[in-house]
């Protein structure tokens, strides 16, 4: 496997410096100056996403700090050399192919936007915001002081200011060319998974949690078992409902997608942590072992 093309982020893998197409070592002082200050240090295995991944040079950095690194990118040359990076020296770094524009994105603690945003035109950053206060606890953005006539939106600070108006700014730094910004997403918390799931009023059920445990069990543990002859399926027919085979199907499969990827859509509480949807999600990652889960705050009015 061969390093493919020349690289836009700076790499060095295996002691060997990959053929760059700048010549000043950027990505690793903007990490240093602009980005590693406004960032937590205590990962602890909290997802870090960033959009426009590159080759994944931050992603790598990340890891360094303990986050679980995912990463999105569409352009072939640019992803090829993340997974090349990766194949040589692991860092457990995921990163997909995909356009940000229609990526996913996943519940996750900090997401980084860097240098990628005034590529896109101004309604795209907008929609981009707004998904990112659906499932971005913080977001870290990197930008220029000064506008070019190539960039599609306004890079300047007043401009990153207004899509993010409503949040909360935490710190900043800058540079001559360069400033970044973190905010706190005013939507978002997050909790203890073991300090969130014994508040709950299900943990005295007597019949639904068991149920459920062991359905989560059946499923992680990949045994085989029939449908109606489960603890959860008499739970069903116990509370007047018989589920088609096709929902156990579903919830099976959610499971097992909460066992490769973690939870991927914040789970919905009142302000005082009581669960109003999730309570399948919140019991699997107390049985997985998830430390922590983003969640939404419904709102009292």
Known sequence: MTAPGRWYQNAVINGVAMPAQRRRDT???RWKTLIEPLLPPDGNGRRFLELGTNAGFYLRK????????????????????????????????????GDINDYDIPANFITLFANVHYWQTPE??????????????HVIMVSRHHRSERHLSDCTEPAIMEWFKDWELLDERRDSKFF????????????????????????????????????????????RYTYNHTKYWEYCKWRG????????????????????????RPLLVRENGLMVDGNHRLITAEYLGIPRVICKVQSST
């Open 27 to 29: 990505s690793q002082r």
């Open 180 to 223: 970044s910004l973190i905010f706190k997403n005013p939507d978002l918390v997050e909790y203890d998974t073991i300090n969130l799931f014994n508040i709950q009023p299900f943990t005295k059920s007597k019949k639904f949690l068991p149920a459920m445990r062991e359905f989560v069990d059946l499923n992680i543990s990949r045994r």
């Open 62 to 97: 990340a890891a360094e700090f303990g986050y679980d690194t995912w990463g999105v990118e569409k352009a072939e040359r640019f992803l090829e050399q993340a997974k090349y990076w990766e194949a040589q020296e692991p860092r457990g770094v995921r990163v997909e192919y």
């Open 241 to 264: 409902w018989k589920p088609r085979v096709n929902y156990h199907r579903t919830l099976r499969h959610k499971i097992l997608m909460m066992e490769r990827d973690g939870i991927t």
């Open 124 to 137: 795209q950053v907008d929609r981009i915001v707004e998904r990112l206060r659906d499932n971005a606890l």
